[in-house]
DNA sequence: CGCCAGGGCCTCA
DNA sequence: TGAGGCCATGGC
């Protein structure tokens, strides 16, 4: 972990936090993050993201979070259907089944073999969902438990991604690491607002801030000082 | 066909 | 503590 902060100046230079989720939210509106499985099918519902989970349903968005890594959501979701066919988006039947069929449904999301691994492993924990405990699981890292905190389980924390660096080190605030990038939204967005905050800058991330950005369109191309080359 | 996707682990300086 | 290799499918 580093010990830089973020400067006066270089906030100064650079675009407001709350400025750019207010343009996010106007652009693109509630993301219905995260999405979850009804009667067979993953939608994303406004709701979502204040309501009351269920047990299924924090155990589902969890193996969600360890399924998407370094995955096309799209993929993720063809594997949730799949093992939501078998009933195992339940810890007890993802501890107890056959580790070949866990890897075949879940092929479609990639990495299988490591990931039905993740799963088995994750599936046996049993004590209290903090940073720590998460962070101990095997296949569980930096993002993976800060999802599973705030989406899951509605912890005030803000969730780091890829989409979320290249976001930011665009905008001019440098190439920070995760602590950096996490600590400065938390700094300068209330806590209400960190699910919605990174449901939007997925879909930017997504449909604009690609890796080949679409700048012509951008809906917080004013906020930005990335200039495509 | 090549590139990329809502990371994390392991190894080796 | 950080860079690099590895894991793998499906959409475009």
Redesign the pocket.
């Known amino acids: ?2 010990n830089r902060k973020i400067s006066k100046k270089e906030m100064q230079n650079t675009a407001s936090i709350k400025d750019v989720y207010t343009a996010l939210f106007n652009c693109f509106g509630p993301q219905g ?3 979850l499985i009804k009667n067979g099918e993953v939608v ?1 519902h406004a709701s979502f993201t204040s309501k009351e989970l269920t047990k299924k349903e924090q155990f589902e ?1 969890s193996i ?3 399924l ?9 979701e ?1 594997a949730l259907l799949n093992l939501d066919k078998l009933n195992a988006i339940n810890p007890k039947v993802i501890q107890n089944i056959n580790i070949n069929t866990l ?1 075949k449904a879940i ?12 799963l088995k492993a994750f599936a046996g924990f049993k004590g209290k969902s903090t940073r720590t405990s998460l ?1 101990s ?11 599973i905190l705030c ?1 899951a389980h509605s912890c005030p924390l803000f ?1 780091v ?3 979320t660096k ?1 976001i930011f080190s665009r905008f001019g605030f440098g190439e920070l ?2 602590a950096q990038l996490q600590e400065l939204v938390q700094e300068n967005l209330n806590p209400e607002h960190y699910k919605e905050f ?2 939007l800058l ?1 879909n930017l ?2 449909h604009y801030c ?3 950005p679409e700048c012509e369109d951008c809906p917080v191309k004013k906020q930005c000082n990335y200039t495509k080359q």
């Open positions: 972990m580093s993050w995260w999405p994303h968005i969600g979070a360890i998407t890594q370094n995955t096309n959501w799209k993929n993720v063809k890897r092929k479609p999301a990639g990495y299988y073999n490591q990931k039905a691994k993740k962070l699981i095997w296949g569980i890292g930096l993002e993976t438990a800060d999802s989406y969730v991604d890829t989409y290249r690491d995760y990174h449901a997925v991330g997504k690609k890796k080949d």
